[in-house]
């Protein structure tokens, strides 16, 4: 992982916003049979979730 790479997430960690690569592993690992969502569709949902959503937003 590159310096500016791990700064990114660092920072996205600091502020709330969860890894889109990480979403991606435990897709894969968990939901094999799903299809995962966009990147865009990913932050949205996060978004959503954090600070005007119904619910948690965890699928596990």
Do not use: W
């Amino acid at each position: 992982m590159t310096l500016i790479a791990l700064l990114r997430e660092t920072a996205r960690a600091m502020v709330g916003m969860p890894s889109y690569d990480a979403y991606r592993r435990h897709m894969a690992e968990r939901h094999p049979d799903h299809e995962p969502m966009d990147e865009i569709a990913f932050f949205r949902d996060r978004q959503q979730a954090r600070y005007g959503g119904k619910g948690g937003g965890r699928c596990c």
